[in-house]
């Protein structure tokens, strides 16, 4: 469903490195989601911001990157600190809701009934390069058995490891999937979206498409020992 959310409404993000603290076009691109891989470009090519409604998992966010961080460092070059962003929106947003899904093509079927089809060329897995088109048959499938597990046998990311819901939420805006979501999104005056990732209880993801209805981030440096 497409919903609206009003403030008060805080977000929270981290980074393992100190993130502006003005919202600006590069803003997204300057932080972690800016990242390159290789040839492909940023893995957030469109600028996008993501967020948590719960800070506890940003802050366990922080903590997991700082440990992958540092398994490749000596001891004495490990890195003890993280940076949190807070902010809260100030005019109300509207977002596609996927917090009620339970695969992947729920996620496909929500954003058919509103008019959105992520089933094309445009879109396509960087894992293996498989367009989504390829998943207009498993698509039908589900819809005429409401059977999302069996559906599944499209494989989308390695080979044989099936897709799950929680990292199609990412998937859907990686590279240029995430410019030709953008555009779509942008048409129907839809500010972004939300998931449940990782099957975390405690709280959602958010990609928005932009800050305009943002506040001003505050930057807040966590200083741990791991």
Not at 80 to 106: L, N, R, V
Not at 158 to 179: M, R
Not at 191 to 204: A, I, K, M, Q, T
């Amino acid at each position: 469903m497409i919903i609206e959310i009003n403030k008060p409404f805080p977000l929270y993000r981290c980074d393992t490195e100190l993130p502006p603290n003005k919202w600006t076009e590069s803003h997204a691109l300057k932080t972690n989601y800016g990242t390159k891989y290789g040839d492909k470009g940023p893995k957030n090519k469109a600028g996008l911001f993501f967020f948590h409604d719960n800070k506890d998992v940003s802050n366990s966010y922080g903590i997991e990157s700082l440990k992958k961080i540092n398994k490749d460092l000596d001891e004495e070059n490990h890195l003890e600190y993280y940076y949190i962003t807070e902010t809260d929106i100030i005019k109300p947003i509207k977002i596609i809701d996927f917090s009620k899904c339970h695969s992947m093509f729920m996620m496909i079927d929500l954003l058919m009934q509103n008019g959105i089809n992520i089933l094309t060329s445009e879109f396509t897995n960087h894992h293996n390069n498989i367009t989504f088109d390829n998943f207009l048959v498993d698509y039908n499938n589900y819809l005429d058995t409401g059977d999302s597990l069996n559906a599944l046998r499209m494989v989308l990311i390695n080979g044989d490891v099936p897709a799950e819901y929680s990292y199609f939420g990412q998937l859907i805006s990686d590279f240029e999937n995430g410019i030709a979501l953008k555009k779509i999104l942008e048409e129907k005056n839809i500010d972004g979206y939300r998931w449940r990732e990782h099957n975390d209880p405690r709280g959602l993801t958010y990609c928005l498409l932009n800050s305009t209805k943002l506040q001003e981030p505050s930057v807040s440096k966590i200083e741990v020992t791991l």
